[in-house]
Antibody, heavy 125, light 107 residues
């Protein structure tokens, strides 16, 4: 059973950089999966931030692309998120998740099958 | 970006009722749509993938249908443990986007 665990500071100052790590256990980050970050402001909906493959290839949400960096550390079986120049609007619960995608029966399937429990990051001075 | 519009944003129903949630995409996404359940303080959980396929281990009272731009999620007989917020999510185009959510409560 794959498990994901987010970690990092729960409080970040405005204009600072938010840094989180997602540790993967019960499976290898070098498997044929992408790995994503998703966030949820308090009381609001879900926003996909971006994803990374173990090769280091990334895809980012254009709305955050200028401020986001996602990286992978295969030796530690983990991946990380950095979000720069944060404001109060970046206050959210941040989730890491495993993407599962495959081709079957002539169609493409993609979903998030494993999630971390989420970590609240508050941007405040 | 593809906009996903869910309705209603909230609903209240009795135990045993049939509950229906709709999700409309701003453009044709074929069947590239998933449904997730999120309980308070928890991460989302996949219920339906490819618009109509039930994830392993998910009760059969949950179902999904639709293609193109209009999709429906149904709970055939609402149970107390179904109290949650439900989200649709498209994966036809990047960035992946979610609907605004539907909060389901017991009347």
């Amino acid at each position: 059973q794959v498990q994901l665990q987010e970690s990092g500071p729960g409080l970040v100052k405005p204009s600072g950089t938010l840094s989180l790590t997602c540790a993967v256990s019960g499976g290898s980050i070098s498997s044929s999966n992408w790995w994503s970050w998703v966030r949820q402001p308090p009381g609001k909906g879900l926003e996909w931030i971006g994803e990374i493959y173990h090769s280091g290839s990334t895809n980012y949400n254009p709305s955050l692309k200028s401020r986001v960096t996602i990286s992978v550390d295969k030796s530690k079986n983990q991946f990380s998120l950095k979000l720069s120049s944060v404001t109060a609007a970046d206050t959210a619960v941040y989730y890491c998740a495993r993407d599962r995608d495959y081709y079957g029966s002539g169609s493409y399937t993609y979903y998030f099958d494993y999630w971390g429990q989420g970590t609240l990051v508050t941007v405040s001075s | 970006d593809i906009q996903m519009t869910q309705s209603p944003s909230s609903l209240s129903a009795s135990v045993g009722d049939r509950v229906t949630i709709t999700c409309q995409a701003s453009q044709d996404i074929s069947n590239y749509l998933n449904w997730y359940q999120q309980k308070p303080g928890k991460a989302p959980k996949l219920l339906i993938y490819d618009a109509s396929n039930l994830e392993t281990g998910v009760p059969s009272r949950f179902s999904g249908s639709g293609s193109g731009t209009d999709f429906t999620f149904t709970i055939s007989s609402l149970q107390p443990e179904d109290i949650a917020t439900y989200y649709c999510q498209q994966y036809d185009n990047s960035p992946l986007t979610f609907g605004g959510g539907t909060k389901v409560e017991i009347k």
